[in-house]
């Protein structure tokens, strides 16, 4: 049996039970070789390169599970949109004075652009960016780290989610690009705080550890105009809502938006840990995991998953 859902002005026919097609899918990504897990810090390098999870949150409260979907992993850059969405509430329109919404065209820790652009990063979605966002946080909240947890953990209903210290430590030894970064934008006064407690913001942001189901479920208020479909509690206005998924369609999957965009057709962010969310307005959001990644830092399987699952229910909001 099948339901017919309105996305974004369009009809998606997606089966009531999605788990067949999910495991489908899921075998044929494991077939994929391509793919080198994340070696920057041993942390990340150690992770078994074999792990590989697909899961859709629909928003009737349904949670559909494939593959090692109950193992946490490090969510890395995922963690950009959590730290976005309290920025974007404490600063309001400001934000957009101190961080464009541009692509940047660049790996994410490209560090280039940043001084060309007079220490104003393209995005939020990108380190620099990212790193800007958490100067927002340190500034305006007196324990930034506990306003994101006590915010993630409302969204995903669990309170055990939290980082991981000894990738959070390791980033720190590992950082010095960052720090660059960071450093930068400060000459351009575009950092208030001290860089070393923005740092330590953005390091143990990226060592937060969630699974594919808390991912998808914490993040369905993207789906639903801006409302947690649990709780019913407005996260973000709509507008903001909209404005999140527009970022992340032109910048979630770095310098592979644009083919991301024309393959899949749907709001999405990665992390280096192999995790990648997508989101599909009015119907849910679907998280995918597998460490190895591909030449530009996004999940190789994680992306087969996705563009798969999106070509099969014609998910594409384009
Ligand atoms: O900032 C860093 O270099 C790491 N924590 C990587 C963050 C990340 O996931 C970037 N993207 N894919």
Redesign the pocket.
């Known amino acids: 049996m099948t339901h017919d859902v309105i996305s974004g002005g369009q009809s998606i026919n997606a089966p009531d039970n999605l788990k067949p097609l999910l495991q489908e899918i899921l075998q044929q990504a494991l077939r994929v070789g391509e793919g080198k897990v994340?070696d920057?810090i041993p942390a990340l390098a150690e992770v078994k390169p074999d792990y590989c999870a697909l899961t859709v949150a629909t928003l009737d409260g349904k949670v559909t599970s494939v593959g090692d979907s109950e193992v946490a992993f490090s969510i890395?850059?995922?963690s950009k949109i959590f730290g976005l969405m309290l920025a974007m509430e404490r600063m309001g329109e400001s934000l957009w004075d101190r961080v464009q919404m541009e692509p940047s065209g660049q790996p994410?820790?490209s560090i280039v652009q940043l001084e060309w652009e007079r220490g104003i990063p393209r995005n939020p979605m990108i380190?620099a960016g990212?790193i800007l966002v958490s100067d927002v946080l340190v500034s305006h909240y007196s324990t930034s780290k506990a306003a994101v947890l006590s915010m993630v953990r409302g969204l995903c209903n669990n309170d055990t989610l939290s980082a991981d210290s000894r990738v959070h430590e390791s980033?720190r030894e590992h950082?010095s690009?960052?720090a660059a970064l960071a450093y930068l934008m400060k000459s351009f006064g575009n950092i208030d705080a001290d860089v070393e407690e923005v740092l330590d913001h953005?390091?143990w942001q990226?060592a937060l550890t969630m699974n594919t189901e808390d991912l998808a479920r914490s993040l369905a208020f993207l789906a639903n105009r801006g409302k947690c479909p649990r709780s019913g509690r407005q996260i973000t206005s709509h507008r903001d809502a909209q404005r999140i998924n527009a970022l992340l369609s032109t910048s979630g999957m770095?310098d592979q938006s644009g083919q991301f965009a024309f393959t899949v057709g749907l709001p999405a962010k990665?992390?280096?840990?192999g995790g990648i969310v997508a989101i599909v307005p009015d119907y849910g959001v679907i998280a995918a995991w597998s460490p190895p990644?591909n030449s530009y830092?996004?999940s190789a399987r994680g992306m087969a998953m996705i563009r798969n699952l999106a070509n099969q229910l014609g998910l594409s909001v384009y």
């Open positions: 994340a920057y890395q850059s995922i994410f820790n380190n990212a980033e950082g690009r960052n953005y390091f990226c770095y990665s992390g280096v840990g990644l830092g996004n």
